[in-house]
């Protein structure tokens, strides 16, 4: 039997689609994690797994082994799949599951019987530290290690995966592959999306390692290195603190030793060094050592070179932050970057405000939309209409928003950004073009929309509420999404900010490769000049791209800029323009930071994420 003969292209595009972004793998839409993957978490088991096993068999890459029969013949069709990945990239897997099932069936009946996959020596010796249900070589598995969407990173199947339960098991697994010059990547809760976690030798998944400790009198908690941004988010709000975080899918512990973690809360909060309390490594060699011991590699030290990890980390305890009963988002509109930027740089110097961002019309209108198409023609809105190019977003206590208000002209504040919300699919329908035309106005359009006196009006216009914002989706989806935004947490500005479920929505009709560089905010000339060069390179090589959002940093004299190219990863074409486009841009960035002080590359400070911000802002 031909597998391409079980699986129509339709699904095996859907299936070759897959973001690896890992957000099946946490339950933040309250949906319930896939139920075999809950009991036994290797990828495979996970709808991304799936996706990956489905790719493959498609393409005839893998046998029909018996964890391929165990994978799919566990699948229930619970259809939470479905629910996770529409709302952040409005992909559907349930097809692909199902397809998978009908491919099994015709399988079966065909009297065919799957490969048995020998065991060797490593991987006895692997099952001996961690168990027999812990450790596989078996293709269905590793499969789902083998690669993600990073356009230039070839696809590399591992020999062996381990989950180990602990760090002692962690330790010995490295002692192992040390003494059989065996080679070994660890991996988190998902692909690095940038090639950087393949390995012909061992994987070490450390979705076991979940352990969550908090230390509210310290203002701290201790977590194992499989923790996610969300399960740690959620914890600490439940006690009333708050973590910076990234993803929400993301590992903590390994999103600090790649890129120091950074987010809009980066603005107070801080990168790299200022999260941790303390963490435990284990080097190449098995040798265990916490970065607070005096004989310890300076893992706070900085050097410009891409270099490698200081070691698998193995736990750490790090900092929260106390939240207030009072805080709220607010959103204040631009019509043009440079404002947007000073503006930021000034509430930051004036220590006004917790997490800080400008966001661009694409980041805003995506950020809020729950389709993809809504949420192009909300842009047109935004930028067209209301002349919003971009916005600073703000998370603030009472004394914050006072201060913002007596600064700017008007605001987005969080009732009318929740109306925006709701209303959105009667946004993008009604005649408000017709509307600001006929209304007189020297400034932008934007504030005579949201004057007081005309608040009442839009509101009227958008019927904003749960029925019609679930109108914009699927019809099997809406009873699904009108039961989502019933919950208040979802039109929560503070709450989007903290738990960031909605970052993921920045890919959603194609991978995002995201370009990271430390900037200072003044002279405004250099952001600029980056972006101009930005899109430029992206114009030459016929790559869509678009500002992704600023934070600043260290009371507004850094901040963090990103830039976003959005590819078809499945497409050889397109990672061609890619390759060519990284040749450009590496070298106009590095021009750049050679000749103006705080211009840093993040590539350089990969894998060098506990370091001090001082020690690469500065110098």
């Known amino acids: 039997m031909t597998p391409l003969d079980h699986i129509p292209e339709d699904i095996r595009r859907t299936a070759a689609q897959c973001r690896h972004y890992a957000m099946c793998k946490i339950d933040y839409l309250e949906t319930g994690l896939c139920p075999p993957a809950k009991k036994t ?48 990239t409005g992909m559907r897997p349930m097809k692909v599951m199902q397809a998978l099932k009908a491919f099994l069936d015709a399988f079966q009946e065909k009297g065919e019987k799957p490969a048995v996959i020998l065991e060797d020596e490593p991987l006895k010796a692997l099952k ?18 083998a690669n993600d969407p990073f356009p230039l990173a070839d696809r590399q199947m591992p020999g062996y995966v381990v989950l180990p339960g602990s760090a002692d098991e962690l330790v010995e697994i490295v002692k192992y592959a040390d003494r059989s010059e065996i080679p070994i990547v660890v991996r988190g809760n998902g692909g690095s999306v940038f090639g950087f976690v393949f390995t012909r030798g061992i994987i070490i998944d450390v979705n076991r390692m979940k352990k969550i400790q908090l230390d509210p009198d310290n203002w701290s908690a201790v977590i194992e290195p499989g923790v996610t941004s969300f ?23 390994g999103n600090i030793v790649c890129t120091g973690l950074f987010s809009t809360w980066a603005n107070v909060y801080g990168v790299g060094a200022d999260h941790i309390v303390d963490m435990t490594f284990v080097d190449k060699h098995g040798t265990v050592f916490s970065i607070n011991d005096k004989n310890a590699p300076n893992v706070f030290g900085f050097k410009e070179a891409v270099l490698p990890s200081p070691g698998i980390c193995t736990g750490a305890r790090v900092r929260m932050h106390p939240v207030t009963d009072d805080e709220q988002g607010i959103l204040v509109p631009f019509t043009t970057l440079a404002d947007a930027v000073c503006f930021a740089k000034d509430i930051s110097r004036r220590r006004i405000g917790l997490a800080v961002g400008i966001l661009g019309g694409h980041y805003l209108s995506t950020f809020i939309s729950p389709t993809l198409a809504l949420a192009e023609q909300t842009r047109d809105v935004f930028s067209g209409i209301l002349e919003m190019t971009c916005v600073v977003s703000v998370i603030g206590d009472k004394y914050t928003r006072r201060s913002i208000r007596q600064m700017v002209p008007c605001v987005i504040d969080s009732s009318t950004l929740k109306m925006f919300m709701l209303g959105l699919p009667q946004l993008v329908r009604s005649d408000l073009a017709d509307i600001v035309q006929g ?101 030459k090589h016929g790559i869509e791209h678009d500002l992704g959002f600023i934070t600043p ?4 004299k850094r901040g963090i800029l990103e830039y976003d190219y959005y590819i078809d ?37 990969f894998s060098q994420g506990c370091a001090r911000k001082e020690n690469f802002l500065y110098t």
């Open 41 to 88: 978490p290797y990828v495979g088991y996970f709808p991304q797994g799936r996706m990956d096993l489905c790719d493959a068999l498609a393409k005839d890459l893998i046998p029909v082994t018996e964890a391929a029969v165990d994978i799919i013949s566990s699948c229930t069709l619970c259809g939470s799949c479905d629910r996770q990945c529409h709302f952040v």
């Open 128 to 145: 001996n530290i961690v168990g027999e249900k812990w450790a596989t070589n078996d293709p269905a598995h590793l499969i789902a290690y």
């Open 231 to 253: 399960e740690l988010q959620k914890a600490a709000a439940e006690h009333g603190y708050r973590v910076n975080t990234a993803e929400p899918a993301a590992t903590v512990c």
């Open 439 to 539: 209304l007189e106005s020297d400034g932008p359009a934007y504030e005579t929309v949201l004057s007081e006196e005309m608040l009442p009006v839009l509101e009227k216009i958008l019927s904003p509420s749960p029925e019609t914002i679930a109108a914009a989706v699927d019809e099997d989806l809406r009873d699904f999404y009108e039961a989502l935004y019933s919950r208040p947490h979802m039109t929560d500005m503070v709450w989007l900010a903290m738990f960031r479920i909605v970052s993921a929505r920045m890919s959603r009709h194609k991978h995002m490769f995201a370009f990271l560089i430390y900037v200072p905010l003044e002279p405004v000339d250099v952001i600029q000049e980056l972006i101009t060069s930005f899109g430029q390179i992206a114009e």
């Open 553 to 556: 940093l260290d009371l507004g």
């Open 569 to 605: 990863h499945t497409d050889s074409k397109e990672s061609e323009k890619i390759r060519l486009a990284v040749a450009d841009i590496e070298p106009m960035v590095d021009k750049l930071s050679s000749t103006c002080k705080g211009v840093k590359f993040l590539k350089y400070i």
